[in-house]
């Protein structure tokens, strides 16, 4: 709830991201999963990469070996996933809500498609609400992936932290570039402009070079201007903008804003110099040098929500703050942190251009808008850094298995023996044993709160 507060957005969005991180971690510490899965798409990027992005609801991924597009052996693997989730975190993905469907795709390759339901802190009535699994094995992996780190900004968060294999930034790029030419969904511009206007923007020639295999691989034109605008997804593009992203972000940037900046995208693709970086907003002040803001969304616990106003920074929107009791229209900058420990904003008011700093404790009220902006200074809001391509996919990528992460669960299909079914006499919540024993681990209830219980009873044995 603080963290939707946080954010402007519906709490059961927020509860869908908080489940999607506790399902990438059954997933990436799963053993037969985490070297043979690779973590793709808008929900990759908002978990792995980006601080103030869309919030997304789908897991997408390439799956390197096709004996795991199996219908059997995904529901097998998934109900211990879901065990294991329970266990860690208190969330229910009850096995009957567990679905996968295997069919040939347009390409005339398997695909798969899943559905996952789940009950969260949130325990709303009636049908639970479902994430969606789409794996696919006929995808192009031109680099090599990566081994991230999950952004996963609640309490609950596992000591190690949750990773994940993934698409690396210049192939997520390229691989959205391509999605765009070829079916020109809301979701595809949005992403590919947000990945561009960021300031860890990778060599152009890697991206094109990725971009050229997969329209190859996927027998497409590399895209232009002209091709995107002629396509007859064009006028739909733009009437389901709102539709198609309203409930993910905040607030929604018009789209003329990002339709406008496809064209510098496409030439900046083929080796156009983009227009020089603005300066930094002058600082005044005793500014602590060594203080950077935190690059992934949090609760700040102020009296305005923070985030709504880095959002709308990464997004080119200006701000409706009030402070001193009247309300200004601004641009925001940047963040920083004065040697005496308060955070300041430093904007500059939209109709006048004037640049000011604003103290964020003082702060009374801030909405984003849909009054965008040309940036006059660097936005700074969240660390940035550039980003460097990892090398040309080989035929074994090297990343080690979880197995010792996720050895204490014995999965369905896998036991040997009976297993017994011990209630928590405190909270309720149940757990798999592999031998009669009543004693209990320190874990969490069905909210996802410490329960005090270490005692449970035997509720049923399963052979």
Same mark, same amino acid.
């Given at each position: 709830?603080?963290?939707?507060?946080?954010?402007?957005?519906?709490?059961?969005?927020?509860?869908?991201?908080?489940?999607?991180?506790?399902?990438?971690?059954?997933?990436?510490?799963?053993?037969?999963?985490?070297?043979?899965?690779?973590?793709?798409?808008?929900? =990759?990027?908002?978990?792995?990469?980006?601080?103030?992005?869309?919030?997304?609801?789908?897991?997408?991924?390439?799956?390197?070996?096709?004996?795991?597009?199996?219908?059997?052996?995904?529901?097998?693997?998934?109900?211990?996933?879901?065990?294991?989730?329970?266990?860690?975190?208190?969330?229910?993905?009850?096995?009957?809500?567990?679905?996968?469907?295997?069919?040939?795709?347009?390409?005339?390759?398997?695909?798969?498609?899943?559905?996952?339901?789940?009950?969260?802190?949130?325990?709303?009535?009636?049908?639970?609400?479902?994430?969606?699994?789409?794996?696919?094995?006929?995808?192009?992996?031109?680099?090599?992936?990566?081994?991230?780190?999950?952004?996963?900004?609640?309490?609950?968060?596992?000591?190690?932290?949750?990773?994940?294999?993934?698409?690396?930034?210049?192939?997520?790029?390229?691989?959205?570039?391509?999605?765009?030419?070829?079916?020109?969904?809301?979701?595809?511009?949005?992403?590919?402009?947000?990945?561009?206007?960021?300031?860890?923007?990778?060599?152009?020639?890697?991206?094109?070079?990725?971009?050229?295999?997969?329209?190859?691989?996927?027998?497409?034109?590399?895209?232009?201007?002209?091709?995107?605008?002629?396509?007859?997804?064009?006028?739909?593009?733009?009437?389901?903008?709102?539709?198609?992203?309203?409930?993910?972000?905040?607030?929604?940037?018009?789209?003329?804003?990002?339709?406008?900046?496809?064209?510098?995208?496409?030439?900046?693709?083929?080796?156009?110099?983009?227009?020089?970086?603005?300066?930094?907003?002058?600082?005044?002040?005793?500014?602590?040098?060594?203080?950077?803001?935190?690059?992934?969304?949090?609760?700040?616990?102020?009296?305005?929500?923070?985030?709504?106003?880095?959002?709308?920074?990464?997004?080119?929107?200006?701000?409706?703050?009030?402070?001193?009791?009247?309300?200004?229209?601004?641009?925001?900058?940047?963040?920083?942190?004065?040697?005496?420990?308060?955070?300041?904003?430093?904007?500059?008011?939209?109709?006048?251009?004037?640049?000011?700093?604003?103290?964020?404790?003082?702060?009374?009220?801030?909405?984003?808008?849909?009054?965008?902006?040309?940036?006059?200074?660097?936005?700074?809001?969240?660390?940035?850094?550039?980003?460097?391509?990892?090398?040309?996919?080989?035929?074994?990528?090297?990343?080690?298995?979880?197995?010792?992460?996720?050895?204490?669960?014995?999965?369905?299909?896998?036991?040997?023996?009976?297993?017994?079914?011990?209630? =928590?006499?405190?909270?309720?919540?149940?757990?798999?044993?592999?031998?009669?024993?009543?004693?209990?681990?320190?874990?969490?209830?069905?909210?996802?709160?410490?329960?005090?219980?270490?005692?449970?009873?035997?509720?049923?044995?399963?052979?």
């Amino acid at each position: 709830m603080d963290f939707a507060r946080e954010m402007g957005l519906d709490p059961n969005v927020i509860e869908k991201d908080y489940v999607l991180g506790w399902l990438l971690a059954g997933i990436s510490s799963h053993p037969a999963l985490s070297s043979h899965w690779v973590f793709k798409g808008g929900t =990759c990027l908002k978990k792995c990469f980006f601080e103030t992005y869309r919030f997304s609801e789908d897991l997408d991924f390439t799956i390197t070996n096709p004996d795991h597009l199996d219908q059997e052996f995904l529901v097998t693997i998934f109900k211990g996933i879901a065990q294991w989730v329970y266990e860690a975190s208190g969330i229910e993905m009850p096995e009957d809500r567990i679905h996968f469907k295997v069919y040939e795709n347009v390409r005339g390759h398997i695909s798969v498609e899943g559905r996952i339901g789940y009950r969260g802190p949130l325990q709303r009535r009636g049908d639970p609400p479902r994430i969606k699994l789409d794996l696919t094995n006929d995808e192009l992996l031109v680099l090599e992936p990566l081994l991230r780190e999950v952004h996963h900004p609640y309490s609950d968060k596992p000591a190690d932290g949750i990773h994940v294999l993934c698409y690396c930034f210049e192939e997520v790029f390229a691989e959205k570039l391509r999605a765009l030419a070829e079916r020109e969904r809301p979701r595809d511009l949005y992403d590919v402009v947000h990945l561009y206007q960021h300031d860890m923007r990778p060599d152009f020639s890697i991206v094109m070079a990725t971009l050229e295999k997969k329209c190859s691989f996927k027998g497409i034109a590399v895209p232009t201007l002209k091709a995107l605008e002629d396509r007859p997804e064009r006028a739909e593009l733009e009437s389901e903008w709102k539709n198609m992203l309203a409930h993910q972000l905040p607030t929604l940037p018009p789209f003329e804003n990002f339709w406008d900046e496809v064209s510098a995208i496409l030439d900046w693709l083929h080796g156009a110099i983009p227009a020089e970086a603005p300066v930094h907003i002058p600082i005044r002040g005793e500014i602590d040098a060594a203080w950077r803001p935190p690059a992934m969304a949090q609760p700040w616990h102020f009296a305005v929500p923070l985030e709504i106003i880095r959002f709308a920074a990464s997004n080119r929107l200006c701000v409706d703050l009030e402070y001193q009791r009247t309300w200004r229209l601004i641009e925001p900058y940047s963040l920083r942190k004065t040697r005496d420990g308060n955070l300041l904003l430093f904007a500059v008011k939209h109709e006048t251009g004037e640049s000011r700093s604003y103290r964020v404790d003082r702060i009374q009220g801030a909405k984003a808008t849909s009054v965008s902006f040309v940036p006059k200074y660097l936005i700074e809001l969240t660390p940035s850094g550039a980003v460097s391509a990892p090398p040309l996919i080989r035929q074994s990528s090297g990343f080690k298995t979880s197995e010792q992460r996720f050895s204490k669960l014995a999965y369905l299909g896998q036991r040997l023996g009976p297993a017994y079914i011990i209630q =928590c006499s405190y909270c309720g919540k149940r757990f798999n044993r592999k031998a009669y024993v009543t004693n209990l681990n320190p874990h969490k209830d069905k909210q996802g709160y410490p329960c005090p219980g270490r005692t449970g009873y035997l509720v049923d044995t399963k052979y």
